[in-house]
């Protein structure tokens, strides 16, 4: 496969790409949202594409806690607060903020696994390029057993242009889910090396 024009968002960017929402949209923006949106945004500025794959392993994980919370109080959750708690909100959300109908999915995965998506979206249809955009958000501290991260965003093109990448199957099973962003982006960033650290992709 073909992986280009990768761009990766963390929390403390400027968020440049956003300033073509209006500011009373912006504003309303979660964190979350706003990193997945920069990254894409900054992408399909030089792209067009057929497809789009939001990928998230948590999603807006924070958005749920404070929800089961209400509940356990015996009080009603916000329907504002439910509505972008979902795992396709951000899907959403830039489909109405840039009235933008292209298909697309969003998935609970990885980075790897929605590149996979991607590419089999692309070889089973009359499609050029599909855009893939991966973020996640620190979980909340009562999940004990995740591994912390910084919040960040990365969103890349995928077509089958002449390829430039190998990704190993037989590894995407058993690769280490909290770093599988952060590791293809060490890997895209360091063009010496020919594998990634958990042996996943390959140029």
Not at 5 to 16: G, I, P, R, T
Not at 48 to 61: K, P, R, T
Not at 135 to 144: G, K, L, S
Request: net charge negative; hydrophobic share 45%.
């Amino acid at each position: 496969m073909h992986i280009e024009q990768l761009f990766k968002s963390v929390a403390s960017s400027e968020f440049e790409a956003l300033k073509a929402i209006p500011p009373m949209q912006r504003r309303r923006l979660s964190p979350l949202a706003k990193l997945a949106l920069n990254s894409a945004l900054n992408v399909l500025q030089y792209h067009q594409v057929d497809y789009i794959v939001w990928a998230s392993q948590f999603g807006d994980e924070e958005k749920t806690l404070n929800i089961l919370k209400d509940i356990l109080q015996g009080e009603l959750p916000s329907p504002t607060q439910f509505s972008t708690s979902v795992h396709n909100a951000i899907a959403g959300l830039y489909s109405i903020l840039k009235k933008d109908d292209t298909i697309s999915t969003s998935l609970s995965a990885t980075w790897s696994e929605a590149i996979v998506d991607a590419y089999a979206f692309l070889k089973t249809h009359s499609a050029k390029k599909a855009l893939v955009v991966y973020y996640d958000f620190p979980i909340p501290n009562v999940y004990t057993d995740l591994m912390s991260f910084e919040a960040f965003s990365l969103a890349g093109i995928v077509s089958l242009d002449q390829p430039n990448l190998i990704l190993n199957l037989n590894q995407v099973a058993m690769l280490k889910r909290e770093r599988d962003a952060i590791d293809f982006e060490n890997f895209w960033s360091n063009p010496e090396l020919k594998h990634s650290q958990q042996g996943v992709w390959q140029r």
